[in-house]
């Protein structure tokens, strides 16, 4: 997990970090489905997962349309292009996806409430 997370945070293409930050769900995974002690980690695991991926989507949507509206995901290009000005729906919705998929992956209590049931 440690070792996804330090790719995640050393990459320079935004997609290559979407692609790490996914990964980080399989060590979680089996963390969840192996070591857990209830006869329902398996349930758990399989949703833990839905949700993550699901959580996960609005992100990659609003990096697709990143893509399209700047022609590049590469950090070291974007950061020297115009400023995104969010004044129109996409941009909101490039700002609401990155927002989603990131509060899903924190334990924010709202978004994991599915966890108490199965643990």
Do not use: D
Request: hydrophobic share 50%; proline share 4%.
């Amino acid at each position: 997990l440690q070792t996804f997370l330090i790719m995640t945070l050393g990459v320079t293409e935004i997609i290559m970090f979407y692609i790490m930050f996914e990964a980080t769900l399989i060590p979680t995974l089996i963390i969840i489905t192996r070591w857990g002690n209830q006869t329902e980690r398996l349930n758990t695991g399989t949703c833990f997962l839905f949700c993550a991926l699901a959580g996960s989507l609005p992100l990659l949507c609003a990096l697709l349309l990143l893509q399209q509206s700047t022609g590049t995901l590469s950090m070291l290009v974007l950061q020297y292009s115009q400023p995104l000005q969010l004044n129109s729906w996409g941009h909101m919705f490039w700002w609401a996806g990155c927002l989603i998929a990131f509060l899903v992956k924190m334990p924010l209590y709202g978004v994991h409430l599915w966890l108490p049931k199965h643990t």
